[in-house]
Structure formats: C-alpha cells, structure tokens
C-alpha cells in the first residue's frame, strides 16, 4: 500500500481494519502524535492491559521489543506494540539489520506502530526511509506535513466554533501571521483568545490584545511596511524592537532572511518554477506558509528592486560584523535605503 492519506487512516481506525504495521512521521508534530494516540486508543483501548499494550521509546532494547511484538493477544483483539522516537542515528549496521527485521515481522493479532513526532534521524536517513518502503509493501505510511495557510484557517475556525466562538477569515488569517503556522501554538492562542472573549465573535482588538508577536513575525510586518513604501509604519515598528531590547544581529538575519524570501519567489514565478517545488528546494519545511503572503508584498515592486535590497542587507551585514558601529543607527539608515529602493521600483 503507498502513502495514505489522514481520511484512510481514519477509515482504517473507524472500521478497525487495521494493518499489521503503521509508520507514521512528518513535520506537523501535532499531528503525528494526535493520530498516534488516536490509533493506539483504537487498537489497544484508552485503558490498555499491560499485557497487549507495549510501549517503547528512544534507546530500544531490541530482544524486548522483538519479545514484545511476538506476544499473543490475551482476552484481547489485538496485541499493540508503540515505538516512538526510537534513537536510529545512535544504532550500527548490525542493531539496524536487526530493527529492520523486528518491522518486517507480521505476527497474527499484532500492531505494530512506529511514531516519529519529533525525532527525525539524519546519520540513518537511509535505514528509515528503508523501513518505510518495507511499511508501505504490508502495512500503512502516513506523513502529516505542515498544512497550508487554508487548512490553518479551517483549523482555527473549527477550534473558535469548539469553545463556542465564531471567528471570521480575515482574523482567522491575522492570528496566523501573529503565530505563524504550528499548530501547537495557534491551538493554545486560539483558546486563550476564545476564553478571554466577551459574545459570539472574536474581535481583532482581542487578537491584538493578546497574541504576542514573534521577532520574525514583527520583522516580516517590517519587511511589509517598507516594499509598501510606509515608512512611518516601518520606523514606529523598529522603534518598538529596539524598545523591546531585540538584538540588532538577529533583526538584520530575520530581516535579510524576509528579502531573501521575496527574491526567490519572484525569480520562481518569472521562471515558471511551482511554489511548492521552491519550498520543496530551499527547503521550506515549517516555512512554508511566508511564500504566500510575501507574494502579496512583492507585487508592486520590481525585481531589480528587489536585487538592490539584497545588496543593501549584504552591506548592512558587512559592516556591522567588520567595523565598530552604532548598531541602531546602521539599522535605521537600511530602513530608510530599503524604502527608497522599493519606492524607485515601484515608479517603473
């Protein structure tokens, strides 16, 4: 079987047609641990016996879990063996033949589970991604990404709608900019709005009041500000960093790293090349969602403008790790360049 989707493995839990083994990983952390509760709570029962439920965790001894996954059932349906997090990387050739082997086992009566919700090995990239082929052949392989920005939306109403709070799209998309896109974080700020929230709807003023913004958040409504050309905007927001003790260092990387984004993006497009495949590439990852909204920042601004911003940001670097500088006043002398550059491509 390939890849399934979260509505077939939802299907598969609803049915309780379960495959002998389950691989279930990706970047939306939330997710992968939600359905790895949600699938062990289906197989084994949200108060499982000791003897069909075993659960594994990091360092493996590897004749426990082999023990563990070989039990049979006892006045139960199913055996359900978890393995979360297991630490590949720290494993030799020899411990990953012997893991490898542990997977392909179908013992009648067995669930196998392996959950990656934040553990994603790197030296044994390869014995992973082997395991998952081996998954997909007798069992089930599910990889939660991160959601786009209309699935974040979605999220957030369903959350609003929960404690009894309506929530509309323009607010629903104003919390994503605030909190970016994990999941985690909206949940909990989605809460704590709703519960701080007098009647039906979820203001902005509410939203405002209470979400704390992130650096890169606030520097990316800086970025904003200047290719609009709003400099008043632009000064007063580096006025509250500055006020806020933010590092120069890090505004000037969040900053760059904001530009760097809007570049891309437009050479993607005049080149042909899918978002998708830009985030895929320069590997957005949790990312991903910024590409959207920088496209609505660009779309005045020409992309010789946007080259020269580069080369004022790389100075800007330059001089602040080389020279002794007023850091502040370097900062603001780039924002005053950035708006002039922007404000000259956009009269072409």
């Keep these: 079987m390939p890849l399934i989707t979260e509505a077939q493995l939802n299907k598969q839990i609803k049915a309780r047609e379960f495959s002998p083994v389950y691989v279930i990983y990706g970047s939306e952390q939330m997710y992968v641990k939600e359905y790895t509760k949600k699938l062990v709570n289906a197989v084994a029962g949200k108060q499982p016996s000791d003897f069909n439920f075993h659960s594994f965790s990091g360092e493996v001894n590897l004749d426990t879990l082999a023990s563990a996954v070989g039990v049979v059932p006892f ?28 997977c392909k086992q179908k013992v009648e009566g067995t669930v196998f589970i392996l959950s990656m919700p934040s553990y994603v090995p790197k030296k044994n ?32 109403t369903k959350w609003a709608n929960n404690n009894g709070k309506f929530i509309s799209r323009i607010n629903a998309s104003q919390l994503i900019k605030l909190c970016g896109s994990d999941l985690n974080r909206l949940k909990n700020e989605v809460d704590k709005v709703c519960a701080y929230t ?15 913004q992130t650096l890169e958040t606030r520097i990316f409504s800086l970025s904003d500000y200047v290719l609009a050309g709003r400099g008043d905007a632009a000064f007063q ?112």
């Design 237 to 348: 927001t580096l006025d509250q960093l500055f006020y806020q003790k933010e590092e120069p260092v890090m505004m000037l990387y969040v900053l760059s790293t904001a530009f760097t984004d809007a570049y891309r993006l437009r050479v993607a497009d005049e080149s042909g090349v899918k978002e998708k495949t830009l985030a895929d590439d320069f590997k957005y990852g949790k990312r991903t969602f910024v590409l959207g909204r920088v496209r609505q920042s660009i779309r005045n601004v020409s992309t010789e403008a946007l080259r020269k911003c580069l080369g004022l940001l790389c100075e800007a670097d330059e001089k602040m790790k080389s020279v002794s500088v007023n850091s502040r006043l370097l900062i603001e002398q780039l924002i005053a360049q950035l708006l002039l550059t922007a404000q000259e491509g956009r009269s072409r």
């Design 125 to 156: 990239a390869k014995a992973f991604e082997s395991i998952q082929k081996r998954a997909q052949k007798d069992g089930s392989v599910i990889k939660f990404e991160k959601p786009t920005e209309q699935m974040l939306e979605k999220h957030i």
């Design 198 to 212: 007098e009647g039906e709807e979820i203001k902005t003023e509410t939203i405002e009041k209470l979400v704390p």
């Design 75 to 102: 006045m139960s349906e199913y055996n359900c063996v978890l393995v979360t997090d297991i630490f590949l990387d720290s494993m030799n050739s020899e411990e990953l033949d012997k893991f490898k082997a542990i």
